[in-house]
């Protein structure tokens, strides 16, 4: 299945629906203003302006938000990047 | 406890003085993160032995206590998790530095080269996304900022862990770094759990990104990495790239396994690098490739990696391997050679393209080592085989020299981003017309269909576009704006006897698997595929 396709997307939303909301990282196009009005602003962690990307904290009930058409794509914000040193 | 963690040590310690009764020897260090609203009542409540002290910005309590104490704060619901203070008070003794064995990334990055002798990254800043900097350092000598803190609620101004300080040190620092002029922006993407470093969360590296472009860094060093793809961050890199920084980003410690680079390194546009020896051998740590998410190559490069000596974070030096200690390495030979281009208007383009190269791969794959070991040595060598670096330089001009079709028509006149060419509709009489769209100003009509900006070419001399350049531009992806279309099948179109023969092509993009359709001349039919 296109990982892009509205089924995907839908299905996405609802598994974080399930999951209780949580921290999102989201890529959109088009202009900030026109995003942003789909989400509470006590919602935006952070506008990362130049990437065209925000981080938001997203309540179970608005994750359907994430359907907005402008919103290229998100991913779930993750912890697992580490330093990349060897013990030889 | 309502969520968190106690240490596993600290429960069986706890629970067997218990048993042995031995008074005030059951006593034990223990450090608690906890709630600041609640410190006080914490702090007159907590049943411990001796002085209590609570660090209000790392919001965690330190206390000598016995299992009674210890069981107030696992009860207490506003303690986050528990952990064995004595452990945090541990340092580690220094270690012996084998002469023999370790060396600086200056020795081995720098290796005798003449043509950059004097070349040392002067005005050139280096991003490194770390766990902080000690830029009290005396190998820094005040050419390090003041910390960027990209983490979310915790303060700290230094260095911790010391991998940032080390990874500061190959780039910048006097004695170890390759370009020892430069300057370090101190972007600090780790966090500290009770001392000791907790993974970067993507949105914190996004920030760190996002201050790269907003401060024009002239490159970034990303001693980090993840354990599974992730489009938003690779999408990141390759932004921050396309907006003037070069991403240096370690290629990962999980080889020697085949396809086992993961974001960030496996960005496009990032210079992925191995790590190896001083002789150019690679580790058997250093991820390798193929690059298991995309189809494009990885790793780009590598650099010296193991046993690196650089500036430690207690002051002096230490030796560390990985990944991470190659990649500051590559950085500074890259500032170097930005600071040798200094007055080329599109420095950072060539050097970029340099840098991939130059390597040196001495019978290595591709994928251990991607185009090989790069020094500035091997760098200098690498030019005065190609005709010295005007060779490139005359090549990239070609390609990239304006034209009427670049800067006027494929530019957004809004955004001045590429815009999509959709069509290309060629006249008998030599005029055109192009059907094009900008990612950022698309209008819809009220059918929700995409209004194509249409331009007429009348005079087609003026306004030549090349077949490489047509080519190029179905590439740009309609749903992201990136350059990832590929095509997938294609089947001939009928059309009328006296119309050229067109080819439908489906395509799909590599970033966002958007799916489409081209249609294009079956001339180009083949050299596009």
Redesign the interface.
Same mark, same amino acid.
């Given at each position: 299945m296109?990982?892009?396709s509205l089924e995907t997307k839908f299905q996405s939303c609802l598994l974080l629906f399930e999951d209780g909301g949580g921290?999102v990282?989201?890529?959109f196009?088009?202009e900030f203003n026109d995003v942003s009005t789909a989400f509470d602003t006590s919602w935006i $962690?952070?506008h990362? =302006?130049?990437?065209?990307?925000m981080?938001v904290q997203i309540p179970s009930h608005g994750c359907f938000s994430l359907l907005h058409p402008n919103i290229?794509?998100?991913?779930v914000?993750?912890?697992?990047?580490?330093? $990349?040193?060897?013990? =030889? | 406890m309502k969520y968190g963690r106690v240490d596993a040590s600290l429960t069986e310690l706890f629970s067997k003085s218990n048993r042995s009764k031995s008074g005030v020897e059951s006593a034990h260090g223990v450090a608690a993160s906890i709630n600041d609203d609640c410190a006080q009542e914490i702090l007159k409540e907590l049943p411990a032995v001796g002085p209590v002290t609570y660090l209000p910005s790392l919001e965690i309590i330190l206390a000598e206590m016995e299992s009674d104490g210890f069981e107030f704060l696992v009860e207490n619901p506003e303690v986050h998790a528990i952990s064995d203070a004595e452990l945090l008070h541990e340092h580690p003794e220094p270690m012996e530095i084998n002469e023999q064995l370790s060396h600086t990334s200056r020795r081995y990055m720098r290796s005798d080269s003449k043509m950059f002798e004097d070349y040392e990254g002067k005005n050139i800043t280096v991003g490194v996304m770390?766990?902080g900097v000690f830029r009290e350092h005396e190998c820094f000598g005040g050419r390090v900022s003041e910390q960027v803190n990209c983490v979310?609620g915790n303060h700290f101004d230094g260095d911790i862990?010391g991998?940032g300080t080390h990874v500061a040190g190959s780039i910048a620092g006097e004695e170890y770094g390759v370009a020892s002029e430069a300057s370090i922006l101190d972007l600090r993407?780790?966090g500290y759990y009770f001392g000791r470093?907790?993974?970067?969360?993507?949105?914190s590296?996004?920030?760190a990104?996002?201050v790269c472009?907003?401060r024009d860094v002239d490159i970034v060093n990303m001693?980090?990495?993840?354990?599974?793809p992730?489009?938003?961050l690779d999408?990141?890199v390759d932004?921050?790239v396309q907006?003037g920084v070069i991403a240096c980003i370690?290629a990962?410690?999980s080889g020697p396994r085949a396809q086992t680079i993961n974001s960030?390194a496996s960005a496009q546009m990032a210079i992925a690098v191995a790590?190896t020896y001083g002789n150019g051998t690679v580790?058997d740590?250093s991820s390798r490739g193929p690059n298991p998410w995309y189809s494009w190559q990885k790793p780009d490069v590598a650099g010296f990696g193991?046993?690196v000596l650089s500036a430690s974070r207690h002051g002096g030096s230490c030796v560390?391997?990985?990944?991470?200690?190659a990649t500051p390495g590559v950085a500074g030979v890259i500032a170097c050679l930005l600071e040798h281009e200094s007055e080329n208007p599109d420095s950072k383009v060539y050097v970029d393209a340099l840098i991939r190269e130059a390597g040196q791969p001495l019978g290595q794959s591709e994928n251990s080592v991607g185009s090989g070991f790069v020094s500035l040595g091997n760098v200098e060598s690498y030019l005065s085989t190609h005709q010295g670096m005007t060779h490139l330089k005359r090549r990239k001009g070609k390609e990239t020299k304006p034209n009427f079709f670049t800067e006027k028509t494929i530019k957004c006149e809004l955004c001045n981003s590429n815009r999509i060419v959709h069509r290309i509709f060629h006249r008998p009489d030599g005029t055109m017309r192009v059907r094009m769209s900008c990612?950022?100003h698309r209008n819809l009509d009220s059918n929700g269909k995409l209004v194509y900006d249409e331009v007429e070419m009348e005079n087609w001399k003026h306004a030549r576009i090349t077949d490489k350049q047509f080519l190029q531009s179905l590439r740009l992806c309609g749903?992201?704006?990136k350059r990832g279309i590929v095509p997938i099948s294609s089947e001939e179109i009928d059309l009328p006897e006296n119309h050229h023969k067109h080819v439908a092509v489906k395509v799909g993009c590599l970033y966002?698997?958007?799916?489409g359709e081209r249609r294009i001349p079956l001339s180009l039919h083949n050299n596009w595929r």
């Amino acid at each position: 299945m296109d990982s892009d396709s509205l089924e995907t997307k839908f299905q996405s939303c609802l598994l974080l629906f399930e999951d209780g909301g949580g921290v999102v990282n989201i890529q959109f196009s088009g202009e900030f203003n026109d995003v942003s009005t789909a989400f509470d602003t006590s919602w935006i $962690l952070t506008h990362h =302006e130049s990437l065209s990307m925000m981080t938001v904290q997203i309540p179970s009930h608005g994750c359907f938000s994430l359907l907005h058409p402008n919103i290229v794509y998100w991913e779930v914000d993750r912890n697992d990047f580490m330093p $990349l040193e060897e013990s =030889e | 406890m309502k969520y968190g963690r106690v240490d596993a040590s600290l429960t069986e310690l706890f629970s067997k003085s218990n048993r042995s009764k031995s008074g005030v020897e059951s006593a034990h260090g223990v450090a608690a993160s906890i709630n600041d609203d609640c410190a006080q009542e914490i702090l007159k409540e907590l049943p411990a032995v001796g002085p209590v002290t609570y660090l209000p910005s790392l919001e965690i309590i330190l206390a000598e206590m016995e299992s009674d104490g210890f069981e107030f704060l696992v009860e207490n619901p506003e303690v986050h998790a528990i952990s064995d203070a004595e452990l945090l008070h541990e340092h580690p003794e220094p270690m012996e530095i084998n002469e023999q064995l370790s060396h600086t990334s200056r020795r081995y990055m720098r290796s005798d080269s003449k043509m950059f002798e004097d070349y040392e990254g002067k005005n050139i800043t280096v991003g490194v996304m770390d766990s902080g900097v000690f830029r009290e350092h005396e190998c820094f000598g005040g050419r390090v900022s003041e910390q960027v803190n990209c983490v979310h609620g915790n303060h700290f101004d230094g260095d911790i862990d010391g991998h940032g300080t080390h990874v500061a040190g190959s780039i910048a620092g006097e004695e170890y770094g390759v370009a020892s002029e430069a300057s370090i922006l101190d972007l600090r993407v780790f966090g500290y759990y009770f001392g000791r470093t907790s993974g970067a969360t993507t949105a914190s590296i996004l920030q760190a990104l996002d201050v790269c472009i907003q401060r024009d860094v002239d490159i970034v060093n990303m001693s980090l990495g993840g354990n599974s793809p992730s489009r938003v961050l690779d999408t990141a890199v390759d932004t921050a790239v396309q907006s003037g920084v070069i991403a240096c980003i370690a290629a990962g410690n999980s080889g020697p396994r085949a396809q086992t680079i993961n974001s960030p390194a496996s960005a496009q546009m990032a210079i992925a690098v191995a790590a190896t020896y001083g002789n150019g051998t690679v580790t058997d740590f250093s991820s390798r490739g193929p690059n298991p998410w995309y189809s494009w190559q990885k790793p780009d490069v590598a650099g010296f990696g193991s046993n690196v000596l650089s500036a430690s974070r207690h002051g002096g030096s230490c030796v560390m391997s990985g990944t991470s200690m190659a990649t500051p390495g590559v950085a500074g030979v890259i500032a170097c050679l930005l600071e040798h281009e200094s007055e080329n208007p599109d420095s950072k383009v060539y050097v970029d393209a340099l840098i991939r190269e130059a390597g040196q791969p001495l019978g290595q794959s591709e994928n251990s080592v991607g185009s090989g070991f790069v020094s500035l040595g091997n760098v200098e060598s690498y030019l005065s085989t190609h005709q010295g670096m005007t060779h490139l330089k005359r090549r990239k001009g070609k390609e990239t020299k304006p034209n009427f079709f670049t800067e006027k028509t494929i530019k957004c006149e809004l955004c001045n981003s590429n815009r999509i060419v959709h069509r290309i509709f060629h006249r008998p009489d030599g005029t055109m017309r192009v059907r094009m769209s900008c990612i950022k100003h698309r209008n819809l009509d009220s059918n929700g269909k995409l209004v194509y900006d249409e331009v007429e070419m009348e005079n087609w001399k003026h306004a030549r576009i090349t077949d490489k350049q047509f080519l190029q531009s179905l590439r740009l992806c309609g749903g992201c704006g990136k350059r990832g279309i590929v095509p997938i099948s294609s089947e001939e179109i009928d059309l009328p006897e006296n119309h050229h023969k067109h080819v439908a092509v489906k395509v799909g993009c590599l970033y966002c698997n958007s799916k489409g359709e081209r249609r294009i001349p079956l001339s180009l039919h083949n050299n596009w595929r």
